[in-house]
């Protein structure tokens, strides 16, 4: 009983004496972030076979509401997918995330992961037809130059539907896109 009794009084100073875990420690950046991915990719798959690639650029807006460039995130994205007339799509989404900031060297340096989901709108350039459009995806930063960083999106997989493709008899579609760029955080 004694021995149970030690182990307890000694678990309990532990715990009040032990400082908080954390699994990453808070980013040393600023919360509002713009960034850009230009050298990228979109693989577009369709119901009736119709599989076509893309340039997918895209430029973003956000903000952290931690105040640092870690945790929930929010933010505005305009994309496209260029290359294959009449395909040539433009994408207006909402972007929400949670990021996790990773300093390096007494925050020198920062590796962030950025889980995200969108969601939007698609529109295609040569006509009225415009639809909705979800994705989900993972991207990685690394801060290198103060608040400079470089942003690689490792894999985004989205669909989207269309009211009317013109040509195609199915109006639901599946991306697979990817790409790097850059960007920097205020």
């Not at 004694?2 to 309990?12: E, H, K, M």
């Not at 997918?56 to 945790?71: A, I, L, Q």
């Not at 962030?112 to 990685?140: H, N, S, V, W």
């Amino acid at each position: 009983m004694r021995n149970g009794f030690a182990a307890f009084v000694l678990f309990c100073l532990v715990m009040v004496a032990s400082r908080d875990a954390r699994a990453f420690d808070d980013s040393t950046r600023r919360p509002f972030y713009v960034q850009g991915i230009v050298g990228s990719y979109s693989f577009w798959a369709s119901f009736e076979g119709t599989d076509l690639v893309f340039w997918h650029p895209d430029v973003e807006f956000g903000y952290h509401f931690t105040g640092r460039h870690d945790g929930f995130v929010l933010g505005i994205r305009q994309g496209f997918n260029v290359g294959r007339d009449p395909f040539d799509i433009g994408q207006t989404e909402l972007r929400g995330g949670y990021d996790f900031a990773i300093p390096l060297k007494n925050g020198r340096f920062e590796i962030t992961i950025a889980p995200y989901a969108t969601f939007g709108l698609d529109y295609l350039f040569r006509g009225p037809q415009a639809g909705l459009r979800f994705a989900a995806g993972i991207e990685g930063k690394l801060f290198f130059i103060e608040n400079v960083y470089v942003v690689v999106r490792a894999i985004e997989l989205s669909a989207g539907e269309f009211v009317d493709l013109g040509p195609l008899e199915k109006n639901v579609y599946f991306n697979f896109n990817g790409g790097v760029g850059a960007g920097f955080a205020f």
